[in-house]
């Protein structure tokens, strides 16, 4: 009889335990939206834990996590603007290929919304890893401003993957940056921004503008000494896209400052023939004596500096290690853990 007892206790706390798991659990849900979970799975086909929109599993992810969450993006074209806001840090979004997830906007600063509003992606959160996937505006290229991804997360980085629009293409709006291994297709001006941003392996397609127009590659946004950003190119190659191929009179800049102490550095990368001889814009307004525009040791049709502007310079080794990921992104403290891969010297 006592044990019979003792057992009918025992079994009254487990169900007592198992309540109070439960109130927790519900409690989690209640804050977060859903149970705590590392691993979320989105699929149009229905082979994932969501056939929804991106929106609404980002939404479904865990705030302020600490620990690394995935997001895995199974092949297909996802219509909407996706905002990640700053409390889903540590976020990683992971596509089956640049050829086979695509997320695709057609917004544009025509219809109304600021330049950054326009991204079919806008990324707040820090921690931001994104892998295989490709982004796109389909706004068109007669439509001004149309953003294909707007990044503003602090330590974010992307690998392999694809930005496609013409104007403003790809806002590097702030913080610190790594892109490795991604293709990058505009006009004017479309990679452009105030972060401190490291374009390493990547290939970068000047698209045929609008007519009567040029085409600019970066257009930085650093506005005093007191700090430091920049857009800097290492080992990419930078040629003419598929639409533009027969149209090299077309002219092509590196870049044009957006502001006075506009950096941008290219260095050990190549440079087809669309490259303009003059190697770089002005801009009216824009005080050519405090900008830092460099090159080092490019290669190819387009790299030769003899008839650069004056206000350029080509750099030597202690100059150009500067910018470097080790440096100038501190990226021996963070990139490894990414996962993607990365030289950190020249």
Request: net charge positive; with cysteine.
């Amino acid at each position: 009889m006592d044990l019979n007892r003792k057992r009918g206790k025992r079994s009254m706390e487990k169900q007592s335990i198992m309540s109070c798991i439960c109130i927790v659990l519900s409690l989690l849900s209640a804050l977060q939206g859903v149970y705590p979970q590392r691993t979320f799975i989105v699929a149009q086909d229905g082979s994932g834990n969501f056939t929804s929109t991106l929106s609404q599993v980002i939404s479904a992810a865990p705030n302020y996590g600490s620990m690394i969450t995935y997001i895995k993006i199974r092949a297909g074209i996802y219509h909407e603007n996706v905002f990640i806001p700053k409390e889903k840090i540590n976020l990683h979004l992971l596509g089956d290929g640049m050829d086979r997830t695509k997320i695709s906007g057609n917004r544009s600063t025509n219809m109304g919304f600021l330049t950054f509003e326009t991204a079919t992606v806008r990324i707040v959160a820090d921690g931001f890893v994104t892998k295989e996937i490709t982004f796109e505006n389909t706004a068109g290229v007669n439509m001004n401003q149309l953003v294909a991804v707007t990044n503003e997360g602090r330590y974010s980085a992307f690998y392999r993957c694809r930005f496609l629009s013409y104007q403003d293409t790809l806002y590097v709006r702030k913080n610190i940056q790594f892109f490795r291994e991604c293709d990058i297709y505009g006009t004017v001006d479309f990679i452009f921004g105030d972060a401190r941003a490291l374009f390493q392996n990547c290939n970068v397609y000047a698209c045929r503008p609008r007519k009567g127009r040029s085409n600019t590659i970066t257009a930085q946004r650093r506005k005093s000494d007191q700090y430091l950003s920049g857009i800097v190119m290492q080992n990419c190659t930078i040629v003419a896209a598929p639409d533009l191929q027969p149209r090299f009179n077309v002219r092509t800049y590196l870049g044009r400052p957006w502001q006075n102490y506009s950096t941008t550095v290219i260095m050990q990368s190549f440079m087809d023939k669309l490259i303009d001889p003059r190697g770089w814009l002005e801009r009216p307004g824009h005080g050519l004596d405090t900008l830092f525009y460099a090159e080092y040791q490019n290669r190819g049709p387009g790299a030769n500096t003899k008839n650069r502007v004056k206000w350029a310079r080509t750099i030597n080794y202690p100059a150009a290690k500067r910018f470097t990921a080790r440096v100038f992104l501190k990226g021996e403290k963070w990139i490894s853990s990414t996962g993607i891969p990365c030289y950190l010297d020249l």
